[in-house]
């Protein structure tokens, strides 16, 4: 079954701390491997994209790693920033027919 | 330049009344897609439009649902004898859909809250 998990389900950082969310999926055959931001009350923003060959993408202050061997991925917040408070959605796109597995979030909040 | 916009922004209905949700997608995005996202669950893929085909419907829920897309631009999604189930936002992506379709971002529009009572 295609499935795509999240941990952890919430998160509360102080600002200006690190933290990794993780992503693991069953999803086959693999495409690609999104990172998406959904602030409250708002549409998903991109973040991140990889395919199989590529295991680190940057933006910005965000980094994703993707081991497609384990399928897992992660996404690491350096630095973090109140405005940083969102959820994290991890998607998995399966190769062929538009089929996209969303992970349901992790939920961090930054505090000052 | 826009963004994907979704109109209305917030909608209440009575159970069993029809609704119908818009989105424009960006300038020159021939793909579109709808997704709802319930209270606090993940996004549920519902339908994919390259053009004005459909390709996948397999995730319209029932036959309640429909959509259409005239023009490779506007789409409507019409939700007919609302449910209270069908609460959620519906939340509307457009992309520029290449032949290979791997890699294409989507960029999302704000969603339409549907409150069913």
């Known amino acids: 079954k295609n499935q795509v998990e999240q941990s952890p389900q919430s998160l509360i950082i102080l600002e200006g701390k690190n933290c990794t969310l993780q992503?693991?999926?069953?999803?086959?055959?693999?495409?690609?491997l999104r990172w998406y931001k959904q602030d409250t009350g708002r549409g998903p923003v991109s973040l991140t994209i990889?395919?199989?060959?590529?295991n680190t993408k940057s933006n910005g202050r965000y980094t994703a790693t993707l081991d497609a061997d384990t399928k897992q991925s992660s996404l690491h917040i350096t630095a973090s920033q109140l405005s940083d408070s969102a959820s994290y959605i991890c998607v998995v796109v399966q190769t062929g027919a538009n089929n996209l597995f969303f992970g349901t979030g992790t939920r961090l909040t930054v505090i000052p | 330049g826009a963004g994907v916009s979704q109109s209305p922004s917030n909608k209440v209905t009575e159970k069993g009344k029809d609704v119908e949700l818009r989105c424009d997608p960006i300038s020159g995005h021939t793909a579109l897609y709808w997704y709802r996202q319930s209270l606090g669950q993940g996004l549920e893929f519902l339908i994919y439009?390259?053009?004005?085909?459909?390709?996948?419907k397999s995730g319209l829920p029932s036959d309640r649902f429909s959509a259409e897309r005239t023009g490779g631009s506007v789409s409507t999604l019409t939700i007919q004898r609302t449910q209270q189930e069908d609460s959620a936002v519906y939340l509307c992506?457009?992309?520029?859909?290449?032949?290979?379709?791997?890699?294409?971002?989507?960029?999302f529009g704000p969603g339409t809250r549907l409150l069913v009572l």
């Open positions: 992503c693991n999926y069953t999803v086959s055959p693999f495409s690609n």
């Open positions: 439009f390259q053009g004005n085909s459909a390709p996948d």
């Open positions: 990889m395919t199989f060959s590529e």
């Open positions: 992506a457009s992309s520029y859909r290449s032949t290979s379709g791997t890699k294409e971002t989507q960029y």
